[in-house]
C-alpha cells in the first residue's frame, strides 16, 4: 500500500459526459501528478501540482483540468469525453518533487462507452 | 530532453534463473533513473532509483540495477527469478529541472515459467 489513495477505482460513462477523479496523496506530500496509461500511448503525464499551485503541463487535452485543493487532494476532470479517453489514470505523489520518488495509487479505469 | 529506451517488449525466463531487463535512457543532464513494477490490474510499485549516489542500487525483492554513463544504460537484473516475478517493469527517468514529471519507457513484459 503506497499510502495514495484513488476513487472511483472503475468508472463506465458515455461519450460526452464528464467525470471527476479523486486523489489523496500520502500523508506530508506535497507535489500531486496525474497520469494516463493507454494501450496504444503507454504511460503519459498529464498534469503537476505543488501545494495548490499548477507546477507542470505535459499531454493534456484541453477538455481536462485538475486542481489541487487547500488540504492537498487533487481532482482530475474530464468532459466532453471521447472512446479514446478509456484508460487508466494514475495519481502519484511525492514530497516536494524534482528528485523525489513518486508514489501511485492503484488508479481508476475509466471506461467510454 | 528526457527519455528511456526498453530494448525488450518482452522477456521469458524459467523460475530460478537470471533476469535481465534492458534499459538505455538519454539525458541533457545527470539523470534520476528508476524501475517501477505493475502487477496484472495493479498499480505501480517503486522497485528501485537511482539519484547520482552509488552506480549499482539495489531495491526491493531482490533486484538491483546498474547505472552505466559510458553506456547510458540502466539494466534491471535478478540473480534468480520467481514466479511471483511476472509483471511489466517499468524504466522511468525523471525530469526534475521541469517539476519532477516522470517519464516512462514502453515497458517490458517479463513472464516466469514454472
Known amino acids: 500500500d503506497s499510502g495514495v489513495t484513488q476513487t472511483p477505482k472503475h468508472l463506465i460513462t458515455a461519450t460526452g459526459q464528464r467525470v471527476t477523479l479523486r486523489c489523496s496523496p500520502r500523508?506530508?506530500?506535497?507535489?500531486v501528478y496525474w497520469y494516463q496509461q493507454s494501450l496504444d500511448q503507454g504511460l503519459q503525464f498529464l498534469i503537476q501540482?505543488?501545494?495548490?499551485?499548477?507546477?507542470a503541463k505535459g499531454n493534456i487535452l484541453e477538455r481536462f483540468s485538475a486542481q489541487q485543493f487547500p488540504d492537498l487532494h487533487s481532482e482530475l476532470n474530464l468532459s466532453s469525453l471521447e472512446l479514446g479517453d478509456s484508460a487508466l489514470y494514475f495519481c502519484?505523489?511525492?514530497?516536494?518533487?524534482?528528485?523525489?520518488?513518486?508514489?501511485f495509487g492503484p488508479g481508476t479505469r475509466l471506461t467510454v462507452l | 530532453a528526457q527519455s528511456v529506451t526498453q530494448l525488450d517488449s518482452h522477456v521469458s525466463v524459467s523460475e530460478g534463473t537470471p533476469v535481465l531487463l534492458r534499459c538505455n535512457y538519454s539525458?541533457?543532464?545527470?539523470?534520476?533513473l528508476f524501475w517501477y513494477v505493475q502487477h496484472p490490474n495493479k498499480g505501480l510499485q517503486l522497485l528501485l532509483k537511482?539519484?547520482?549516489?552509488?552506480?549499482l542500487v539495489k531495491g526491493i525483492n531482490g533486484f538491483e540495477a546498474e547505472f552505466k554513463k559510458s553506456e547510458t544504460s540502466f539494466h534491471l537484473t535478478k540473480p534468480s527469478a520467481h514466479m511471483s516475478d511476472a509483471a511489466e517493469y517499468f524504466c522511468?527517468?525523471?525530469?526534475?529541472?521541469?517539476?519532477?514529471?516522470?517519464?516512462f519507457g514502453q515497458g517490458t513484459e517479463l513472464s516466469v515459467k514454472p
Open positions: 500523508s506530508g506530500d506535497l507535489s
Open positions: 537511482y539519484t547520482s549516489a552509488a552506480t
Open positions: 501540482y505543488y501545494n495548490g499551485e499548477e507546477r
Open positions: 522511468v527517468v525523471s525530469d526534475y529541472n521541469q517539476g519532477g514529471k516522470l517519464i
Open positions: 539525458s541533457s543532464y545527470s539523470p534520476s
Open positions: 502519484a505523489s511525492s514530497l516536494a518533487g524534482g528528485r523525489n520518488e513518486q508514489f
